[in-house]
């Protein structure tokens, strides 16, 4: 299952910033990667706009600071901040 989530995340990340993010990923744990995912997942199916930042994605974990901290990290490392397609407004 981690390989396969970490594959699917690279699979979005910026073509010039795999390696980075590939490194990134490979330090999380499997909960973590879910974490990322399932956000990524619920901007596409809201797709709309550019990211605006995520406020309707906020399931309640007693890590979701940590999570959020992890998620910002990646959509850094993967150049997907701002990418419409990924991370629309309101998601």
């Known amino acids: ?4 989530l970490v594959t699917a995340l690279l699979a ?3 073509s010039s910033l ?6 990134f990923l490979q330090g999380l744990s ?11 997942g619920a901007c596409i199916l ?3 706009g ?3 930042g995520s406020a ?3 399931p309640e974990t007693p890590d979701q600071d940590h999570k959020m901290i992890l998620l910002l990290e990646y959509l850094r490392r993967s150049g997907l901040v701002g990418h ?3 991370c629309p407004s309101g998601a």
């Open 1 to 4: 299952m981690r390989s396969v």
């Open 12 to 14: 979005c990340s910026d």
């Open 18 to 23: 795999k390696t980075k993010a590939r490194r």
């Open 30 to 40: 499997s909960d973590e990667l879910q974490f990322i995912a399932e956000y990524l």
């Open 46 to 48: 809201e797709s709309a």
């Open 50 to 52: 550019p990211c605006q």
């Open 56 to 58: 309707s994605y906020c």
């Open 84 to 86: 419409a397609s990924v």
